[in-house]
Nanobody
Framework: QVHVVESGGGLVQPGGSLRLSCAAS????????MAWYRQAPGKERELVAK??????TNYADSVKDRFTISMYNYNTIYLQMNSLKPEDTAVYYC???????????????WGQGTQVTVSS
């Protein structure tokens, strides 16, 4: 059993900052990568930022230079969001690609999502 839990969403004014946290726990042999996705009303879920176990990162063009993804202790990631815009409003989901043993391939696990609302 694997659990992925996000926290840190909320309401913030344009130009403000928020930090999201995500922790994976349970039957974990290794984590290949973790990422943040978001889904706004009426839109498809999109990748926001991703970090691999080796520390490589990539970002959506719309958040480059504003958002920073980081990893702590192999199973926890953060998303520091600065200079927030109304168009950043969405439910943010944490994703983790986790292997439960050396013999099994990585499996995608998702958190329940956390709402981020940017509004004055």
């Amino acid at each position: 059993q694997v659990h992925v839990v996000e926290s840190g969403g909320g309401l913030v004014q344009p130009g403000g900052s928020l930090r999201l946290s995500c922790a994976a726990s349970g039957s974990i042999f290794s984590i290949e990568a973790m990422a943040w996705y978001r889904q706004a009303p009426g839109k498809e879920r999109e990748l926001v930022a991703k970090i691999t176990s080796g520390g490589s990162t990539n970002y959506a063009d719309s958040v480059k230079d504003r958002f920073t993804i980081s990893m702590y202790n192999y199973n926890t990631i953060y998303l520091q969001m600065n200079s927030l815009k109304p168009e950043d409003t969405a439910v943010y989901y944490c994703n983790a690609v986790i292997r439960s043993s050396l013999a099994t391939p990585g499996v995608n696990y998702w958190g329940q999502g956390t709402q981020v609302t940017v509004s004055s």
